[in-house]
């Protein structure tokens, strides 16, 4: 499931060339199958939510962008980037949604007064002064144009009833609360008795072309896959969903959306994402009491833990990643140890501290290993202060998971990490994945 490795990244090193990574850890997604099913409430995470984030850039109508854009050009897509080379991003990308408008009302207002400073410019030092930052006050007065229409959308989803009800199903799901009236809002997400999910007919016109049954799947398979997300939330953290309602919603499921997703539900059973409460399984109350995964009360504005970014929950896999970052607990042989390989300079052995197996054993069960790459001794000379770690999630991460790790490496001084991964995600493209309709466009 996890693994740590001493430099692995680079077999040639010597006194003068020192590794370029310091750790590797590798987490596999099955040991945090729960993350991926949550609403992300940090700024970067909606976007995906609301926009869908593609090669660090979002598609934007035009007006979003350019608030000159004439009648006709409004509804125009441009694929607009989000990077940290726009200096506001930066700043709001890992904050939680709670906080993004005041921080942009203090740039807005910044904006505003730099503006306004020219009214009262009168000697040539203070004009000199003022042409001095007015670029790039005009590079921020557009980059919070942008950011202030993104928020607006993403902060009209946030406060819609709808979505305010599916915030309060997670976070009651997370804290082991009301199960029952949880089970009865997924059921309530399913079309009424009678309803077929198909696209009204119309005539096509030339510049639509005509809608083809893969259209027609891909219209109603985001709301099947919503159905599923919530259905695997509370099978995962209620230890099962009750036979009953697990056979109705498969049914309903099949019916209402469609055949094709049997393969999709077929495999979340293998993944054990949707499983009976028969199955043999470690309580979801247990991994929140041994990792503190639910904290009460988190500061949203100036968070110092993890939990911000789901405003209460902290991801299990960054609680892992914290666990494997605890200068406390170096690798450890004992006398259970064994040594499983020994290859191109590397010992590997399995398990990795008695006291961080025994909280992985609790999260998945899934095997452990550690591997020290031999290396002569670095010169201190030119050897780094930090540590640098190289995180890489093995079958996808979320936004929310990797404001997460920036936030664990401010925590940890000294500490410079790295997040690799197969595929950002969220809950609609997690389960998406295992359509093979979609894996193959």
């Not at 730099?114 to 590079?139: F, P, S, W």
């Not at 993104?150 to 902060?155: N, T």
């Not at 077929?196 to 893969?214: D, G, M, N, V, Y």
């Amino acid at each position: 499931m996890a693994g740590e490795s001493q430099n692995p990244l680079k077999m040639e090193t010597s006194k003068d060339n020192p590794p370029e990574i310091d750790r590797l850890i590798l987490l596999d997604r099955e040991c945090d199958l729960v993350t991926p099913c949550l609403s992300q409430l940090v700024y970067e995470g909606m976007i995906d939510e609301v926009f869908g984030i593609a090669n660090s850039s979002v598609q934007l109508t035009l007006d979003m962008v350019d608030a000159k854009a004439t009648e006709e050009g409004k509804k125009k897509l441009v694929r607009t980037p989000l990077s940290s080379n726009d200096a506001l991003f930066k700043e709001l990308r890992d904050a939680n949604l709670s906080v993004v408008g005041p921080k942009l009302q203090k740039k807005a207002e910044f904006v505003t007064a730099t503006y306004d400073r020219r009214h009262n410019a009168k000697t040539m030092k203070e004009l000199k002064e003022l042409m001095g930052c007015i670029q790039e006050v005009q590079i921020l007065h557009h980059s919070v144009t942008i950011h202030t229409n993104i928020a607006e959308k993403v902060l009209t989803m946030a406060k819609d009833p709808k979505f305010r009800s599916r915030l309060d199903c997670e976070q009651a799901l997370l804290s082991s609360t009301d199960k029952k009236k949880c089970l009865k809002y997924i059921e309530t997400l399913l079309p009424p008795p009678g309803a077929q999910q198909t696209i009204q007919k119309k005539q096509p016109t030339k510049a639509e072309p005509k809608s083809s049954i893969a259209d027609i799947i891909e219209s109603n398979k985001f709301e099947a896959f919503d159905i599923l997300r919530y259905a695997c939330l509370y099978s995962l953290t209620c230890d099962g969903l009750p036979h009953n309602a697990l056979e109705y919603l498969k049914r309903e499921i099949l019916q209402k959306f469609g055949f094709h997703l049997y393969s999709v539900i077929d495999q979340l059973f293998d993944l054990g994402m949707l499983k009976n409460p028969e199955q043999p399984t470690i309580p979801w109350s247990v991994l929140c009491e041994e990792f503190n995964l639910v904290v009460e009360e988190v500061e949203e504005n100036s968070p110092t833990d993890i939990a911000y970014v789901y405003s209460g929950y902290a991801p299990l896999s960054c609680r892992l990643i914290e666990k494997a970052l605890d200068v406390r607990c170096p690798f450890r042989r004992t006398e259970e140890t064994k040594l499983l390989k020994s290859t191109g300079g590397y010992d590997i052995y399995q398990g990795w501290h008695p006291e961080i197996d025994s909280l992985l054993n609790i999260a998945s069960g899934g095997p452990t290993f550690h591997s020290t790459q031999a290396h002569t001794a670095r010169n201190t000379k030119s050897a780094r202060k930090d540590t640098v770690v190289l995180l890489f999630f093995v079958g996808g991460c979320t936004y929310a998971e990797i404001s997460a790790c920036r936030l664990i490496e401010k925590l940890h001084p000294g500490i410079r990490i790295m997040v690799a991964t197969t595929k950002i995600i969220s809950g609609k493209s997690f389960l998406n994945a295992f359509d093979p309709l979609s894996r193959h466009k």
